[in-house]
């Protein structure tokens, strides 16, 4: 009896440690978010990007081949009004004609203890690439991964907001990027 209980939690805590291995690399976008938050007037605002894509592999149990690429639809912005929309996707702003895309594209991926993590890795913008570390925290539910992170870029560096909107007192140089992104583990390989 005793040689079935400890075959049995044997069983148990393989299978855990399976189930654990997982490569996150399915990103569900219905179920993901791009956001952004940003102070106009000293008054917080918030929006989001309606279209973006995202790939990723995660595996925590290999962090070292983790990786990364988001892709925000720049005319996809909502603002909160049509009128901040067609403001933003001009010239002065993102120049959606000339720019479509804004992407992230990570260089590695460091555990930082726990849940959470930090992508290091190039956004580019209205053609400037800059390095950018971006924290977020992880975890599973199943066969499915949830990844929460937020940075803050200064818009300036990117020439988002030029000519009278680089009065940084009217908008604020700091905009806050959050990301809400839903994965599912890939099907483990047949032996």
Known sequence: MRKLQFFSLLLLAGAMCSAQAAEFNQVQISKSTLAFAYKQMGV???GK???FTAQLTFDPAKINT???RLEADLASIDTGSSEGNDEVSGKLWFNTKT???AQFVSS???ALGGNRYEALGKLTIKGRSLDV???FTFRQEGAVGIFDGA???KRLDYAIGEGLWADVSAVAN???IVFHIVANASAPAKK
């Open 44 to 46: 917080p605002l918030e």
């Open 49 to 51: 990007f309606g279209k």
């Open 66 to 68: 983790a990786q990364a």
């Open 99 to 101: 720019y479509p895309a």
């Open 108 to 110: 590695g991926v460091k």
């Open 133 to 135: 570390s971006a924290p």
């Open 151 to 153: 940075f803050t870029l």
């Open 174 to 176: 700091e905009v806050r």
